[in-house]
């Protein structure tokens, strides 16, 4: 059952662990060290380098189920991402050889089924290492460029592929196996017990990571992309104004710049005809021209354009 308790900044971060151990796996991953004393979360993130308010909402989303950071700008990128690769690390480093190798003690050598298992676990195991490498040879360097503000032309958040469903079966198909087939001696049933305890709390820790990824990475992203779009397209619009605002090509008239004015203040083309006493269609001929001679097409394109080069004032335009 969940905890169901929103934790703050000013929480002692030894209560967050007292409330749920598997807090502690957060820590490691978030490069928090233990031996914080009585300090707050601010305080021991602020000693630690990390973000509070990002800490927080990986913690809170893992405790209580809590996903609305969909539209949360407050979330930082560059923590995520370190959460993200040391969480990998300690998934495939230690994690997976660690029940593996539990799994292992747990059978006699002579026993046939128990190598069976085995080989059904190296499959999981290969199935979450290959996952995961993807991510780090191709989701984390884009998103690294990302923050760098060159991103990679050929990828965006969307072609992120996700298989945790997939993995999340295999992990459920073993532990039934392991319940249903494997009865043995007193002394090997100690160790299947304790490493089916130690699989169900990876299986727990598999779903927080996948919730981590889709309910506050992915948005984050999403929401880079478009900034880093939109700081391209001030980019090339400031450049174009610093040549005058021709880029080689034709200067404006003085009736398109009324047409980009109206544009800007939201009129359709019917509606700017009227204004301007011309034809739609003589409307329509003059936005193809602004189109060729600008390079811009989108409405926030030009309004940009219009606030730049004086043709509206930004107090004005509705943002």
């Known amino acids: 059952m969940k905890n169901l308790k929103m934790y703050e900044p000013t929480d002692k971060m030894i209560m967050l662990i007292k409330d749920n151990y598997s807090v502690l796996q957060a820590l490691g991953a978030f490069g928090i060290n233990l031996g914080f004393g009585d300090k707050t979360v601010n305080e021991t993130c602020q000693m630690n380098g990390v973000d509070t308010y990002t800490f927080l909402a990986v913690v809170n989303l893992q405790l ?4 609305n950071y969909e539209d949360d700008e407050r979330i930082s990128v560059e923590t995520l991402l370190h959460y993200l690769e040391a969480s990998h690390a300690y998934y495939l480093d230690f ?17 046939a089924l128990g190598r069976l298992i085995m080989r059904f676990y190296d499959d999981y195991a290969q199935e979450v290492r290959r996952h995961m490498k993807y991510e780090e040879k191709t ?3 884009y998103v690294k460029s990302l923050l760098d503000g060159q991103p990679k032309n050929d990828y965006n958040i969307d072609t992120f592929s996700k298989h945790h469903e997939a993995t999340d ?17 007193a002394h090997h049933n100690n160790k299947l017990t304790a490493t089916l305890y130690d699989i169900y709390n990876n299986e727990e820790w598999l779903r927080q990571h996948a919730e981590v990824e889709d309910h506050i990475f992915t948005p984050a992203i999403r929401r880079l992309e478009q900034k880093v ?10 450049a174009m ?10 200067a404006l008239s003085d009736r398109e710049k009324d047409v980009v004015v109206s544009v800007v203040q939201g009129l359709q083309n019917k509606e700017i005809a009227d204004r301007l006493c011309i034809s739609t269609n003589t409307v329509i001929t003059h936005r193809r021209n602004i189109a060729r001679k600008l390079q811009i097409r989108s409405a926030a394109g030009l309004t940009i354009y219009a606030i730049v080069n004086g043709l509206v004032d930004i107090s004005s335009v509705k943002l």
Not at 95 to 111: C, G, K, V, W, Y
Request: hydrophobic share 35%; no cysteine.
């Open 64 to 67: 209580n189920d809590i996903s």
């Open 95 to 111: 994690q997976l050889p660690f029940i593996r190798r539990e799994l292992a003690e747990s059978f006699n050598d002579t026993d």
């Open 139 to 141: 989701l984390f360097p």
């Open 169 to 185: 079966k295999k992990l459920r198909e073993l532990k039934l196996m392991i319940i249903k087939y494997l009865p043995t001696d």
């Open 229 to 238: 779009k939109q700081s391209d397209v001030t980019k090339n619009i400031s």
């Open 241 to 250: 104004v610093l040549k005058g605002g021709q880029d080689g090509s034709e």
